[in-house]
């Protein structure tokens, strides 16, 4: 066998065992149209926020959290509401994501967090995994957030807690 030959079967061989070893991983995958369907049925219109008048759900920005060996975990769909504001007597814009999970109920984290510092979530621009090791799962979106005074993009996170559901996070250092 030529010297060439040898390295290339050796690199084969190292590959495929590397590949036969390999970590499962979690990872977002987009549903067929029927899953989209089943979704929006599962969307209950009580999860909106309080006195909210209109959903927008983003086709393009719903995905399914896929674990190891393709089991479903849940499903995420970007969405954004118009609710009105008891204090300023105006509507308000928020957005977040709707959490399906494969089993048990669905919930909404709002990406208005935190009701001392008026930040709006306008519009979820894109969601992503951020790890993917085979115990946990943190996701971000980054969101077109909003001050009286400027605009921003923002990351928020989404973390599993102990209980199995996931909360909602965000450091909102360019609100001050």
């Known amino acids: 066998m030529r010297a060439d030959n040898r390295i290339t079967a050796l690199a084969l ?3 495929s065992g ?4 390999a970590e499962p991983r979690r990872h977002l ?11 929006e049925k599962k969307l209950d219109p009580a999860l909106m926020p ?16 896929v674990g190891p060996h393709d089991t479903e975990e849940l499903t995420l769909a970007a ?15 928020t957005c977040g994501i709707y ?3 494969a089993r048990g109920a669905a919930y909404f984290l709002d990406g208005s967090l935190d009701e001392a ?22 996701i971000m979106f980054v969101g077109e957030a ?19 559901s996931y909360k909602l996070t965000a450091d909102y250092k360019d609100a001050h």
Not at 32 to 38: I, K, N, P, Q
Not at 51 to 64: E, L, M, T, V, Y
Not at 79 to 93: E, I, K, L, Q
């Open 50 to 65: 309080t006195g909210a008048s209109h959903r927008n759900i983003d086709p393009k920005q719903i995905f399914k959290l």
């Open 13 to 15: 061989i190292f590959l």
């Open 99 to 101: 959490v399906v999970p």
């Open 29 to 39: 995958v987009s549903p067929s149209e029927a899953e989209r369907a089943v979704l």
């Open 146 to 164: 909003s001050l009286a005074s400027h605009s921003w993009r923002q990351e928020y996170f989404l973390r599993r807690a102990e209980d199995g």
């Open 79 to 93: 969405v954004d509401f118009d609710v009105p504001n008891p204090n300023a007597g105006v509507t308000r814009h």
């Open 117 to 138: 510092i008026p930040v709006q979530c306008r519009k979820v621009v894109s969601i992503r995994l951020v790890s993917k090791d085979a115990e946990s799962a943190e």
């Open 18 to 21: 590397a590949v036969g070893h």
